[in-house]
């Protein structure tokens, strides 16, 4: 039917679907907001308990593979196959990489007793329950998307490998890097709030 | 004898090629298959055709339909006595819950939007389908399998037992199988937000050139608001409820105020999603009566961009009341003043447009047809609804009427008296056009009386035991509370039969012969322009918009 | 299709602002600004999304329906925690 050829119609039935992301994850910063208000002092005695270097390379390691998807889609514009799949192919890799910080991290909590649940968060004050509730609740939301990310980046690397993405058609991958990049988006909001309140 | 009202011809049939006469020489899309390598039921079952889409909704949505009635007609009989009549308390609080889980999740939010608005919105702005087809089939199978999973959640532990506000903390502590009922208002909410998704994009993209967003007919704007609540709002609920799936199984805390959390935050984030969705039920509804009103009429909409104007002011108003569900939950008192004020705003909107369709028909040429019949009952019901709504928006009363029967039969006012009203009517109006086939107006008729007669009598006495203070979802009370209930009971005896009647009777006519002439009514938005049922692809020939939607200049009537 | 295709160079200069932006946060964190740390971290995190928004994700060159459509998400989003504080803050 007529609607095949419309990229623009296309691309802005992804923006919607980010729209509902942005209010899926907006339901907690909600959340986040009142009980920063109600717990303002635990939030922030617990925050640093929070690896501040490890969260600040995974931030710099999202904003980096991010530039690779943008660089991507100029590199198809330009007919630049093997280099566009060489920088997805990094933005892939560098997922990964944050996927393993955020198992170290997570591990590492764990190994503390930290988890919900666990009898060593407990028996500590209300805000730090919640805050660690809060935490696991949204990184754990975001590594799932993180994930479902790099599924459709590779669906993306194999496409242009088969020519379904070239310079005149490249609107998947136009999307899926929206949804690489609203991944990112989000994260650029929960570092400071969880990593950076001193 | 069937009164066959198109009898009542139009100037307008004659005047265009594709009236009558085009009608029966058009193949309907029933025989043509989308994709066309399809037959018999996997030509539904995976077919693109907005058209066919929409049909697959009415036969679910109509099953869960008759389900909730059922359910809740037995809620009614355990009331109408005191003390135990027909089923035991955990029975009872299973069966009030399903009733409003299905009504709201699987038949009201739905069956607007996706019955009417899947068939009709594509041809009313002149286009042969849906931006997303696909996408469009994709909502249906999320829609049936959180249906199913509605069902299951019945049998595995024991059915749940919330009420349909899934209220912490007893969602989070009770056994029963609530979890597998939040997956499944989860999925639903999916569905309706990816429907909503496609409207937008549909409405915005794929109108036919030459019609302007004022030449959009009343029912596709007010689905179009809809769909940016349902896009907007209905997230916050899919992550409320993972929220609770969350509590339940890995034990966060986040709502629990041993732990810090706070359970009113809960009801925070479910009525920002839940007042919202009180709008995406009932705005298509006055959509559908913004349709109907003007053709039985035969005069153009009063206040055509005031009603425009009204669905959007809605959609943004009713965004921001969501509060004043919770006047006794312990919230600061400065925000029970501020979410009551905003609440008298909503009504506002809601009276441009009642009383737009009251003016429409004033100095017209009224044609009582059953779907204009439907369309009174409508305006009548709900203008009680909204304004027993200020009564509980209200902070004063609120606080004696709350959580009690008052709520009860306010909501049903309006979303039974409202939406389901609405939805008979925009049934009984569409029906030939996707059916081809007239039904027997006597008895529709005396359904949607019989229907009303049992309304009134059902939820009336609500208000009156809601103000002596009968607190709702009981399932025992006190002997002063025996009158009312007994009355309401009677009144459900009516009205239920005369649902079953009017879906019989429905049901019925599909025997006949397809003969239903493109423009049954004398209507003039596009949908009246192709032959019923329209073709695979809506329109024979390039619609061309008029420069307003509701120019009735060339309908006649002898 | 799209007119527009951004260099490497003006993508590269993004991310390098985005890069100095991090390092500014985290820096700006260490210090002790009170109640005013929250709001400057927020700021600075606006400032990312918002390159991000632009420049990544052409924002900057999308139709006024998906501008629009995005600022209002972000104002309802807003006003949904705006309006929660007339509870949460005033308990």
Same mark, same amino acid.
């Given at each position: 039917m007529g609607s095949h050829h419309d990229t623009v119609g296309a691309r802005t039935g992804m923006w919607l679907f980010l729209y509902t992301e942005i209010m899926l994850f907006g339901g907690l910063f909600v959340l986040y907001s009142a009980y920063y208000r109600m717990h303002a002092q635990a939030f922030i005695s617990t925050g640093q308990e929070l690896d501040t270097v490890l969260g600040s390379v995974n931030t710099v390691i999202l904003l980096v593979s991010s530039f690779l998807v943008a660089a991507a889609i100029t590199a198809v514009q330009r007919s630049q196959t093997k280099g566009a799949m060489a920088l997805l192919t990094g933005a892939v890799l560098l997922g990964m990489v944050f996927l393993a910080n955020k198992y170290l991290e997570w591990g590492h909590k764990f190994h503390l007793g930290i988890y919900p649940g666990s009898p060593g968060l407990e028996d500590s004050p209300p805000g730090r329950i919640v805050f660690y509730g809060l935490y696991y609740t949204i990184t754990g939301l975001h590594a799932l998307h993180i994930v479902m990310g790099m599924v459709l980046l590779i669906v993306c690397i194999a496409m242009i490998g088969f020519g379904r993405i070239q310079k005149e058609r490249f609107l998947l991958l136009e999307n899926c890097g929206l949804y690489w990049h609203l991944v990112d988006l989000i994260w650029i909001f929960i570092f400071p709030l969880f990593y950076l309140i001193l | 004898m069937i009164p066959r009202p198109w009898a009542v011809s139009t100037e307008r049939n004659r005047a265009i090629p594709m009236g009558e006469t085009m009608s029966n020489a058009v193949t309907s899309f029933y025989d043509t298959p989308f994709p066309a390598r399809f037959r018999g039921v996997w030509s539904w079952l995976f077919t693109l055709d907005h058209k066919r889409i929409a049909l697959l909704y009415l036969g679910a949505a109509t099953f869960w339909f008759i389900i909730a009635v059922v359910l809740g007609f037995l809620v009614r009989m355990e009331l109408m006595t005191p003390g135990r009549t027909i089923m035991g308390a955990e029975t009872y609080n299973a069966a009030f819950t399903l009733h409003g889980v299905i009504m709201i999740f699987l038949f009201v939010i739905p069956a607007m939007?996706?019955?009417?608005?899947?068939? $009709?919105?594509?041809?009313?702005?002149?286009?042969?389908?849906?931006?997303?087809? #696909? %996408?469009?089939? $994709?909502?249906?199978?999320?829609?049936?399998?959180?249906?199913?999973?509605?069902? @299951?959640?019945?049998?595995?532990?024991?059915?749940?037992?919330?009420?349909?506000?899934?209220?912490?903390?007893?969602?989070?502590?009770?056994?029963?199988?609530?979890?597998?009922?939040?997956?499944?208002?989860?999925?639903?909410? *999916?569905?309706?937000?990816?429907?909503?998704l496609n409207f937008i994009t549909t409405v915005h993209r794929m109108r036919v050139p030459g019609m302007g967003w004022l030449q959009i007919p009343l029912f596709t704007w007010s689905l179009y608001a809809t769909a940016w609540v349902q896009l907007l709002a209905t997230p916050v609920l899919s992550i409320t409820l993972l929220l609770v799936v969350f509590e339940r199984v890995f034990g966060t805390g986040l709502f629990d105020p041993a732990r810090g959390g706070d359970p009113v935050l809960y009801q925070h984030l479910f009525w920002m999603y839940s007042h919202p969705a009180v709008y995406i039920m009932i705005l298509p509804g006055m959509g559908v009566i913004s349709e109907i009103i003007p053709v039985f009429s035969r005069k153009?909409?009063?206040?055509?961009?005031?009603? /425009?104007?009204?669905?959007?002011?809605?959609?943004?108003?009713?965004? *921001?009341?969501?509060?004043?569900?919770?006047?006794?939950?312990?919230?600061?008192?400065?925000?029970?003043?501020?979410?009551?004020?905003?609440?008298?705003?909503? =009504?506002?909107?809601?009276?441009? #447009?009642?009383?737009?369709? @009251? +003016?429409?028909?004033?100095?017209?040429?009224?044609?009582?047809?059953?779907? *204009?019949?439907?369309?009174?009952?409508?305006?009548? $019901?709900?203008?009680? &609804?909204?304004?027993?709504? %200020?009564? %509980?928006?209200?902070?004063?009363?609120?606080?004696?009427?709350?959580?009690?029967?008052? @709520? @009860? =039969?306010?909501?049903?006012?309006?979303?039974?008296?409202?939406?389901?009203?609405?939805?008979?009517?925009?049934?009984?109006?569409?029906?030939? #056009?996707?059916? &081809?086939?007239?039904?027997?107006? #006597?008895?529709?008729?005396?359904? =949607?009386?019989?229907?009303?007669?049992?309304?009134?009598?059902?939820?009336?006495?609500?208000?009156?035991?809601?103000?002596?203070?009968?607190?709702?979802?009981?399932?025992?009370?006190?002997?002063?509370?025996?009158?009312?209930?007994?009355?309401?009971?009677?009144?459900?005896?009516?009205?239920?039969?005369?649902?079953?009647?009017?879906?019989?009777?429905?049901?019925?006519? %599909?025997?006949?012969? /397809?003969?239903?002439? =493109?423009?049954?009514?004398?209507?003039?938005?596009?949908?009246?322009?192709?032959? +019923?049922?329209?073709?695979?692809h809506n329109f024979i020939e390039r619609p061309r918009p008029g420069k307003y939607p509701y120019d009735f200049s060339r309908v006649r009537t002898p | 299709m799209d007119p527009h295709i951004q260099s490497y160079k003006k993508l590269g200069g993004v991310l390098g602002v985005l890069l100095v932006l991090t390092a500014v946060t985290v820096g700006v964190s260490r210090l002790d600004l009170g109640s005013l740390s929250l709001g400057v971290a927020m700021v600075i995190a606006g400032t990312k999304s918002a390159l991000v928004l632009l420049f990544f994700m052409h924002l900057k060159y999308e139709s006024w329906l998906i501008r629009g459509s995005f600022l209002m998400t972000i104002g309802v989003l807003a006003l949904f925690i705006g309006f929660m504080f007339w509870d949460v803050g005033f308990r």
């Open positions: - | 939007p996706a019955i009417f608005g899947n068939f $009709l919105l594509p041809i009313q702005i002149g286009t042969d389908d849906v931006f997303f087809p #696909k %996408l469009n089939l $994709l909502s249906w199978y999320l829609y049936m399998l959180g249906g199913a999973l509605a069902i @299951v959640s019945l049998f595995a532990d024991g059915p749940p037992d919330t009420g349909w506000t899934f209220y912490v903390p007893f969602s989070v502590s009770t056994q029963t199988n609530v979890g597998l009922t939040l997956t499944a208002a989860f999925i639903l909410g *999916l569905s309706s937000m990816l429907t909503g153009s909409i009063f206040g055509y961009k005031a009603i /425009v104007g009204s669905s959007i002011g809605i959609a943004t108003a009713g965004s *921001l009341v969501w509060a004043h569900h919770m006047f006794t939950s312990g919230m600061s008192d400065v925000a029970v003043f501020v979410f009551s004020f905003l609440t008298f705003i909503v =009504a506002v909107p809601s009276a441009i #447009k009642v009383f737009s369709w @009251v +003016s429409t028909m004033y100095k017209g040429s009224i044609l009582m047809t059953p779907p *204009l019949f439907f369309a009174l009952c409508f305006i009548y $019901l709900f203008s009680v &609804g909204g304004l027993t709504g %200020l009564v %509980l928006g209200a902070a004063g009363p609120n606080i004696q009427v709350h959580d009690t029967h008052f @709520v @009860v =039969a306010h909501f049903h006012f309006v979303m039974f008296g409202g939406t389901g009203f609405s939805f008979f009517a925009g049934l009984h109006f569409w029906w030939p #056009k996707m059916f &081809g086939r007239m039904y027997h107006f #006597k008895r529709a008729y005396l359904s =949607a009386i019989l229907i009303v007669t049992g309304f009134m009598l059902h939820y009336v006495p609500m208000f009156i035991l809601g103000l002596q203070g009968m607190p709702r979802r009981y399932y025992d009370y006190l002997e002063q509370f025996a009158p009312g209930n007994f009355f309401a009971g009677l009144g459900a005896l009516i009205m239920v039969p005369g649902l079953f009647l009017m879906v019989i009777n429905l049901m019925v006519s %599909l025997k006949q012969p /397809v003969d239903a002439p =493109a423009d049954p009514w004398g209507g003039t938005t596009l949908e009246w322009s192709v032959p +019923s049922p329209p073709p695979l | -």
